[in-house]
């Protein structure tokens, strides 16, 4: 039995995820791949496939759905695994139950159990598999067939099955980040659909590796080098890891969030305007060092929300690093002039912290000679300092309007159908109050 409020949890976070989908919308990496989709399976099916409010099968929607949700940067992301579960679980999970014409409380199920798993194995995986491989592309693999399996009614050794070839199709690496390419939405379109195939496959007996997590030559053997396998049973039946995720408030890597809330507070707290800024030092992770550190000057808004200095110079001069924010003037002069203000630094309890808490510490030098520090805990949308419903809510809307989605009453329509989700007795399409746009 889920606990309730783990089943509100994980509503809060469905309906975060939705609005990210939306958002999507237009995004030229998801229009690509939506173009494959429709090419290779048609336009005809019982899933919707939401950046164009059209209908496939359960498998090409979700490949769909995973890239369009994960490219505005504002899905939810699990600290200790830094692992963005939503954007690879919620797009297999969706199909499946408009497929089967499951409920929203086995949709609701079905997502918790992806997210324990994909949750605890990439805790699993270790730093050092972070530093080369985007876990959520790779781990969300078997995070999406975790979910799925649980929806197909699958027993534990078809998961098993469903697990091993889950993983042997784990893939998703950093390069891209340094040419701006577009591979972060193939890694999650990719990590959604392999795991749900991998599930279905299971569930016709085809059969996967047993051991491909620790196997001799499985997931830790090949990507990592402090796999723990400890953190696989971490408190199994007691901890419910779905309740640490965190919802992203600002709409760039998560990486740079407690930065940028630091950054915000010293501002506040002094009254200073971008002018009086001299200098930032952001003292970070070596993880925040190994992602940000490969964008040195952003060649594209997408690239923009993966350069430190630039989503500090957005917070400084806008007060929030939004998706229009970053539409409006990544690049404007006095953005790039800020960005070149800030540096990043290892910072050794930071990095001690790191991945369990994400602080944020910051040392900003003001044109009078002052030198100030910010500190931030626990960023905006961590557990401890979540969005409430009102929040997410408003968050949605703001999405729903940045890629034109649906108009704001549609959008309101579309809400408050996702705020039922656990009550309603077949799942249907997101779309089934509203009109189309």
């Not at 279905?200 to 090949?222: H, N």
């Not at 419910?240 to 408030?249: D, G, P, Q, R």
């Amino acid at each position: 039995m889920i606990p309730a409020p783990v089943v509100e949890r994980a509503v809060n976070l469905y309906v975060d995820w939705l609005g990210s989908a939306l958002a999507g919308k237009g995004a030229r990496p998801v229009e690509s791949i939506a173009r494959f989709a429709r090419a290779s399976g048609g336009r005809e099916g019982p899933a919707d496939i939401i950046v164009d409010r059209g209908r496939g099968s359960a498998y090409f929607a979700a490949m769909v759905n995973g890239a369009a949700s994960h490219f505005v940067e504002q899905d939810d992301v699990h600290n200790g695994s830094v692992l963005h579960p939503g954007t690879v679980v919620f797009p297999v999970v969706l199909a499946l139950a408009q497929e089967s014409g499951a409920s929203g409380r086995d949709l609701i199920t079905a997502a918790v159990a992806g997210y324990e798993v994909g949750i605890r194995i990439g805790e699993y995986m270790g730093r050092s598999h972070y530093k080369v491989f985007h876990t959520t592309g790779t781990v969300g693999t078997v995070a999406a067939a975790a979910a799925a399996g649980r929806l197909l009614g699958l027993d534990a050794e078809g998961m098993l099955h469903a697990f091993g070839s889950a993983g042997t199709q784990a893939s998703g690496l950093w390069e891209f980040l340094r040419d701006a390419a577009d591979s972060k939405q193939l890694h999650t379109a990719m990590a959604a659909a392999n795991g749900l195939m991998a599930a279905r496959l299971a569930a016709d007996g085809f059969r996967g590796a047993a051991r491909i997590l620790e196997g001799a030559q499985g997931m830790a053997a090949g990507m990592s080098s402090d796999a723990d396998p400890a953190r696989l049973l971490d408190r199994l039946g007691q901890r419910w890891a779905t309740m640490e995720t965190s919802f992203k408030y600002h709409a760039a890597c998560r990486h740079t969030h407690p930065a940028a809330d630091a950054l915000l507070s010293v501002i506040v707290q002094h009254r200073l305007q971008p002018a009086d800024i001299a200098r930032v030092t952001a003292r970070v992770h070596q993880g925040a060092i190994d992602v940000l550190g490969n964008v040195v000057v952003p060649r594209s808004v997408h690239q923009a929300k993966f350069n430190m200095g630039t989503v500090l110079g957005i917070v400084a001069h806008r007060g929030y690093a939004g998706v229009d924010e970053f539409e409006q003037g990544y690049d404007a002069p006095e953005v790039a002039a800020f960005r070149d203000k800030v540096a990043m630094v290892l910072d050794d309890e930071v990095d001690r912290a790191y991945p369990a808490r994400w602080v944020g510490k910051v040392s900003v030098e003001t044109a009078d000679g002052r030198v100030l520090h910010g500190r931030v805990d626990e960023p905006k949308g961590d557990p401890g300092n979540t969005l409430s419903r009102e929040e997410i809510s408003t968050k949605f809307l703001r999405l729903a309007a940045f890629s034109g989605a649906a108009d704001p009453e549609e959008a309101r329509a579309i809400l408050d159908r996702a705020w039922n989700i656990a009550a309603l007795p077949a799942v249907g399409s997101v779309f089934a109050i509203a009109q189309p746009a």
